[in-house]
T-cell receptor, first 111, second 115 residues
Framework: GENVEQHPSTLSVQEGDSAVIKCTYSDSASNYFPWYKQELGKRPQLIIDIRSNVGEKKDQRIAVTLNKTAKHFSLHITETQPEDSAVYFCAALNQGGKLIFGQGTELSVKP | DSGVTQTPKHLITATGQRVTLRCSPRSGDLSVYWYQQSLDQGLQFLIQYYNGEERAKGNILERFSAQQFPDLHSELNLSSLELGDSALYFC??????????????FGPGTRLTVT
């Protein structure tokens, strides 16, 4: 069935380093790919998204890249800070209009 | 604050019982989505409503049902509760019918504990 695979499940980096989270999706008709950040016990917050007609999008320290041919997209966080520590979820909108989420990546930024 | 509100914040109930979770979307949003988040299951899409009509269905159990009212608020009804139904239930809203054409904003969630 349709799914979104997300890797790694946990990621630990030193403050100031970069972090990269990768996702692959199965529905080739998917055309919208948001990323959410979820702090412990709180709601998922939309941090960036990309549509299928764009290959890359950047917002300050956060960037997302999309490779439609390979059906994968990635989140890049540069100059990480302790407040970036959270669980990050990727998602892909499938042809039926459902947002399919990856399993999440727990990012830990050590000061 | 996303502008999406959910009540109650916490709910503790016994197996076999029935509960109702409530969600009010952001002003101007016509679509409401319900998600279940368990520790080992991630975020699972349950159901979507657009302007009062069911639009998409995910892995929603037959014991669960939802509706969207004329004022656009939505309710998720969970019945014959089981221990495995314990989870965080999130509501999200967006402007349009096609969820991915418009950003989805999440409410603070309702934590359901079934004992």
């Amino acid at each position: 069935g349709e799914n979104v695979e997300q890797h790694p499940s946990t990621l630990s980096v030193q403050e100031g380093d970069s972090a990269v989270i990768k996702c692959t999706y199965s529905d080739s008709a998917s055309n919208y790919f948001p990323w959410y950040k979820q702090e412990l016990g709180k709601r998922p917050q939309l941090i960036i998204d990309i549509r299928s007609n764009v290959g890359e999008k950047k917002d300050q320290r956060i960037a997302v890249t999309l490779n439609k041919t390979a059906k994968h997209f990635s989140l890049h966080i540069t100059e990480t800070q302790p407040e970036d520590s959270a669980v990050y979820f990727c998602a892909a909108l499938n042809q039926g209009g459902k947002l399919i989420f990856g399993q999440g990546t727990e990012l830990s930024v050590k000061p | 604050d996303s502008g999406v509100t959910q009540t109650p914040k916490h709910l503790i109930t016994a197996t076999g019982q029935r509960v109702t979770l409530r969600c009010s979307p952001r002003s101007g949003d016509l679509s409401v989505y319900w998600y279940q988040q368990s520790l080992d299951q991630g975020l699972q899409f349950l159901i979507q409503y657009y302007n009062g009509e069911e639009r998409a269905k995910g892995n929603i159990l037959e014991r669960f049902s939802a509706q969207q009212f004329p004022d656009l608020h939505s309710e998720l009804n969970l019945s014959s509760l089981e221990l495995g139904d314990s989870a965080l239930y999130f509501c999200a809203s967006s402007v349009g019918a096609q969820g991915g054409s418009y950003e989805q904003y999440f409410g603070p969630g309702t934590r359901l504990t079934v004992t």
